[in-house]
T-cell receptor, first 117, second 114 residues
C-alpha cells in the first residue's frame, strides 16, 4: 500500500525565516515518483517539483530546495527567506505507475504554512 | 496555454438533491482525473480517464457518483443523491500519458450540502 505522511499540520514563521516541510512516504515499489504541490487560498493546486525514485540528487530552484533521501523515505521541502506570498497549504504526493493505479497520486494531509510580515 | 477549466466554482444544495460538475482539461492531455478534497485532508482520487475510457474508478462511490468523458475531452461528474458527507472541493486534473507526468489541476468546485 502507498502512504504519505506530513506530520506538521501547521507551521507559522516570520518573513525571511527559513522553513522546512517534512514528508515521509511508504511504498514497496522500487519505481515511483514524488511530488510537491502548493495550494494557495484560491484553491488551485500548483505543481512545484517531481522527483523519480532513481534520482536522489537534491534540487534547488530559487528560494526552494528539496532533499530526497531514500534511506529514510523522506522528501523534505525547504523555503529559504520565506515571504508572505509563500503562505499556502503544501502537499506532498506519491505516484506508483503500476497496473490499475497508473497515474493515481497519493496525497499527504498537507501542511498549512503561514508567513507573517 | 489555457489551464484546466472547471465550473461552477461554488455550489450549495440540500441533501438528496443532484448536482453536476464540469471539467475541460488542457488541450492535448489524454488523461483526466477527478479528485475529492475534504476540508483538512489531501485530495483523494475518485476516477481516472484515459481518452474516453475509465482507467481507475475503484474509489468512486458508484451508488451515488457517476462520471463520463464523452469524446475524450471534457468530463462531467454527477452526484445523485447528495449526502452531507459529500461536502468537499472537487478537483479536476489532466496530464499527458507518459509515466510520472505531473498533473495540472483546475480551480475546483466547492460543494456544500446542507
Amino acid at each position: 500500500a502507498q502512504k504519505v505522511t506530513q506530520a506538521q499540520t501547521e507551521i507559522s514563521v516570520v518573513e525571511k525565516e527559513d522553513v522546512t516541510l517534512d514528508c515521509v512516504y511508504e511504498t514497496r515499489d522500487t519505481t515511483y515518483y514524488l511530488f510537491w504541490y502548493k495550494q494557495p487560498p484560491s484553491g488551485e493546486l500548483v505543481f512545484l517539483i517531481r522527483r523519480n525514485s532513481f534520482d536522489e540528487q537534491n534540487e534547488i530552484s530559487g528560494r526552494y530546495s528539496w532533499n530526497f533521501q531514500k534511506s529514510t523515505s523522506s522528501f523534505n521541502f525547504t523555503i529559504t527567506a520565506s515571504q508572505v506570498v509563500d503562505s499556502a497549504v503544501y502537499f506532498c504526493a506519491l505516484r506508483v505507475d503500476r497496473g490499475s493505479t497508473l497515474g493515481r497520486l497519493y496525497f499527504g494531509r498537507g501542511t498549512q504554512l503561514t508567513v507573517w510580515p | 496555454e489555457a489551464g484546466v477549466a472547471q465550473s461552477p466554482r461554488y455550489k450549495i444544495i440540500e441533501k438528496r438533491q443532484s448536482v453536476a460538475f464540469w471539467c475541460n482539461p488542457i488541450s492535448g492531455h489524454a488523461t483526466l482525473y477527478w479528485y475529492q478534497q475534504i476540508l483538512g485532508q489531501g485530495p483523494k482520487l475518485l476516477i481516472q480517464f484515459q481518452n474516453n475510457g475509465v482507467v481507475d474508478d475503484s474509489q468512486l462511490p458508484k451508488d451515488r457518483f457517476s462520471a463520463e468523458r464523452l469524446k475524450g475531452v471534457d468530463s462531467t461528474l454527477k452526484i445523485q443523491p447528495a449526502k452531507l458527507e459529500d461536502s468537499a472541493v472537487y478537483l479536476c486534473a489532466s496530464s499527458l500519458v507518459r509515466q510520472g507526468d505531473e498533473q495540472f489541476f483546475g480551480p475546483g468546485t466547492r460543494l456544500t450540502v446542507l
